[in-house]
């Protein structure tokens, strides 16, 4: 039985060493990430069975990939493309402090995932999950993937597996009116809505304060849980007319990326079994903050030091 299975893109992403640009260095710091398969890591860490369903070049960047994944405790579900096409979407991360700022440049269009379809994916991971995930950067990769996660979205919702989806905006893939016009058709197959705020206001066009935004989306899509991340103001949740807050746990930012899937991973790893929307919550926000303290998207964390930060801190919840 799989508690999460996940489906998305995984890239591999390429890095120069800190200090140096792109243009100039010659060595490439190789790591594999991908929002979905994040969420599956931080989830398999804490100590859920977790899949992950994607599509892949049968070449050996595809098993690398696959790889990186078992050795977190991932189970893969992968369609092998071996076609003379097949590739493996990449990106490149330079670090850069202030006033220069890190920079993200993605070379991933025509990547094998872009045209996977439902029939190709072994879905049945997905009828054996009590949970299932993706975010709004799958659909936002090719129209073929927004066909293709609406219709995994309604397959899982009807073998009884709850669904979760993280707005997860980039606005290098889409518009925001593209984008908002995407999440909403999706919506009505949707149980758990994970959101940052600033997309909300940006692709969903609501106004006013976290608690209030959270709200009026339960209320216009019937979603049994709408939680709303902060940054370091925290995060939010809405779950049977009960509102919960959360404070960011403090952390020595080493490398900020994958830190918002840590927290959704943490947050679903401690739902899936029943837990309480306030604890899940501060699991979310110790995963999360972790995860800022290694390099790499994934969250290399162990459950007893989710449990130590918080403890620590006492929950650090608010009601």
């Not at 092998?80 to 097949?86: I, L, P, Q, T, V």
Request: aromatic share 6%; charged share 25%.
């Amino acid at each position: 039985m799989t508690d999460i299975a996940t489906f998305g893109e995984t890239m591999l992403r390429l890095s120069p060493p800190r200090g140096e640009r792109l243009e100039r260095t010659r060595d490439l710091d190789v790591r594999v990430g991908g929002a979905e398969s994040n969420v599956a890591v931080a989830a398999a860490r804490l100590g859920r069975e977790t899949t992950w369903l994607s599509k892949l070049p049968k070449s050996p960047l595809g098993r690398r990939v696959t790889a990186a994944l078992r050795s977190h405790g991932v189970r893969p579900a992968v369609a092998w493309d071996g076609s003379e096409s097949a590739r493996l979407g990449t990106y490149y991360l330079e670090h850069g402090g202030d006033p220069r700022g890190s920079d993200v440049i993605y070379d991933r269009q025509g990547a094998s995932i872009t045209t996977a379809t439902p029939p190709e994916l072994p879905v049945g991971a997905i009828e054996g999950a009590d949970l299932f995930y993706t975010s709004g950067i799958t659909p936002a990769l090719s129209s073929t993937l927004a066909e293709t996660t609406a219709e995994l979205l309604k397959a899982a919702g009807g073998t009884g597996s709850t669904t979760a989806f993280d707005l997860n905006y980039r606005s290098k893939l889409w518009s925001p009116e593209a984008a908002g016009e995407a999440y909403e058709s999706l919506f009505p197959y949707i149980d758990v809505l994970v959101a940052a705020e600033r997309d909300v206001n940006t692709c969903l066009d609501r106004e006013g304060d976290a608690i209030e935004m959270a709200n009026g989306l339960i209320h216009e899509f019937d979603f049994r849980t709408v939680v709303l991340t902060r940054g370091e103001h925290g995060s939010v949740a809405v779950h049977d007319g009960e509102v919960f807050e959360q404070d960011a746990y403090a952390a020595d930012t080493f490398d900020p990326v994958g830190s918002g899937d840590a927290f959704v991973g943490g947050y679903l790893a401690h739902r899936v079994h029943g837990g309480g929307v306030a604890e899940a919550l501060a699991y979310g926000a110790a995963a999360a903050s972790l995860t800022r303290t290694v390099d790499g998207d994934v969250a290399v964390v162990t459950a007893d030091e989710v449990e130590s930060v918080v403890d620590e801190d006492g929950g650090g919840l608010s009601r």
